[in-house]
């Protein structure tokens, strides 16, 4: 049998941990994404957003009409 170098087992398993960290993260990055955007569509924000818009512009729009 061969010895096992001590240091190889961590390499190793830093590498393995660094993996699983990195797909992880990346999974958690767009579930945050989609999160936010399904909150903001779900309280209508996005269409409050697009209301306040609209409000804020009608009277320049009508100032330009007249």
């Known amino acids: 049998m061969r010895s096992i170098n001590p240091s190889d087992i961590c390499l190793n398993s830093q590498a393995a941990i660094n993996r699983l960290t990195r797909r992880r993260r990346k999974r958690r990055a767009s579930m945050r994404y989609w999160n936010e955007w399904n909150e903001k569509t779900a309280t209508g924000t996005v269409r409050g957003d697009l209301l306040v818009g609209a409000l804020i512009a009608l009277p320049f729009v009508i ?4």
Do not use: E, G
Request: charged fraction near 0%.
């Open 63 to 66: 100032a330009l009409l007249v």
